[in-house]
């Protein structure tokens, strides 16, 4: 999905987080597996992943940022095409820009802007220390989406063709987990009670069905940032939704396939749940956890 290059935004709620120094994963969000299975989507060599997802966990980069400023070179689109930093902002903008309206007229809630923290290497966060091994993910107790830039070189560096799409499937995931929160359903998920047709699973669809319902609104509205999705770049998102399902990553790191440990769905589901909400553009497709209280608008 493509910038359009002349669109311009700026301020938003968005900030850049650096070291802190040595602490525990936390868990979570998209799930750490996640990026197990983009490193594989994009070619990685599975023998490597621990050299991904380990990383040098030592090195601090910065101090914490009051986040005046730290975008200030993403003056544009075209920047946002550019680099990874100003696409992760760009895109918080289009999806917080879709749900401003969205969220009201489907589901009767007002929406506010969550935080994008951006960082290298580990961050402090609402939910505990975060390291590279984490994976983006969403904290809920300090509404906030945290992604970790240096992943996203690691990708580069192993010659990741479909990084920026990925990129954007992300943040949309991740926001869907906000939106989750706003709904009051995000606490349904519980990581230590898997399987196919777990609420985990069913909570991991619908961010899955709300990043694509993103996908369908993306390029609508009177300023829209993105140029409308093509067919191949259609195709990416659902590879990169279907790379990331806990069979496939269960095969390709080299296990049985045991749906009763699934906490995210299987390529097949995941793949479903994008397209779900891309087709419709609704949050009445996305109900999986069945409760029916959406509009259709
Ligand atoms: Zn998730």
């Given at each position: ?52 997802l380990g990383g040098d966990q030592t090195q601090i980069e910065s101090g914490e940022s009051t986040g005046a400023g730290d975008f200030d070179h993403c003056q544009t689109g075209a920047d946002a095409n550019a680099s990874d930093d100003c696409r992760l902002y760009y895109t918080s903008f289009s999806v917080n820009e ?155 790191s080299g296990g049985d396939v045991n749906p009763e440990s699934w906490t995210h769905g299987s390529s097949q589901q995941r793949k479903d749940a994008f397209l ?22």
């Amino acid at each position: 999905m493509t910038f359009r290059d002349d669109v311009t935004r700026s301020g938003g709620n968005a900030r850049k987080s650096g070291g802190g120094g040595r602490g525990m994963a936390v868990g979570g969000g998209i799930g750490g597996l996640l990026l197990v299975g983009l490193f594989l989507l994009l070619g990685g060599n599975p023998a490597e992943i621990d050299q991904v997802l380990g990383g040098d966990q030592t090195q601090i980069e910065s101090g914490e940022s009051t986040g005046a400023g730290d975008f200030d070179h993403c003056q544009t689109g075209a920047d946002a095409n550019a680099s990874d930093d100003c696409r992760l902002y760009y895109t918080s903008f289009s999806v917080n820009e879709m749900w401003q309206t969205l969220l009201p007229a489907q589901a009767g809630i007002e929406y506010t802007e969550p935080t994008l923290t951006l960082f290298k290497n580990s961050t402090q966060t609402g939910c505990g220390f975060a390291s590279a091994s984490t994976g983006p993910f969403y904290c809920p107790s300090d509404q906030d989406a945290y992604f970790d830039l240096t992943f996203f070189d690691q990708m580069r560096q192993f010659g990741a063709e479909n990084a920026p799409l990925a990129q954007m499937y992300i943040v949309a995931h991740e926001y869907g987990h906000h939106v989750q929160n706003l709904e009051g359903t995000l606490g349904l998920s519980n990581y230590n009670d898997p399987g196919a047709d777990s609420n985990a699973v069913k909570i991991e669809l619908q961010a899955d069905c709300y990043a694509g319902i993103w996908a369908n609104h993306s390029s609508e509205g009177p300023d829209p940032l993105l140029q409308p999705i093509t067919e191949s770049e259609l195709d990416s998102a659902l590879l990169a939704a279907s790379a990331v399902g806990d069979d496939n990553i269960q095969q390709r790191s080299g296990g049985d396939v045991n749906p009763e440990s699934w906490t995210h769905g299987s390529s097949q589901q995941r793949k479903d749940a994008f397209l779900a909400g891309y087709n419709t553009g609704q949050m009445s497709a996305c109900d999986f956890l069945g409760r029916g209280v959406y509009n259709d608008a």
